[in-house]
């Protein structure tokens, strides 16, 4: 591993747009939803953590829209 940071993974089980995912995401550091905001590049991904109360931002890699991210930071 040569992440500098640790690394959670479920090796997709479940997947990542299974609400379970992020139930036990949030078990495994014990965090609370609201202590969560979360990024990601698969819209259906986004959707599953929305579903579980977790502030969710989509991004898309192609436009790369900074400006709206930043807007999503701002306010969560």
Known sequence: ???PYEVFTLQHDPEKTAPAYYEKMLAHFGLDKNEVVYFEHNPE????????GIRSFYY???KQDLETLKKFLDEN
């Open 1 to 3: 591993n040569d992440m």
């Open 45 to 52: 991904a986004v959707k599953s953590a929305q579903s579980v």
């Open 60 to 62: 898309d890699n192609e």
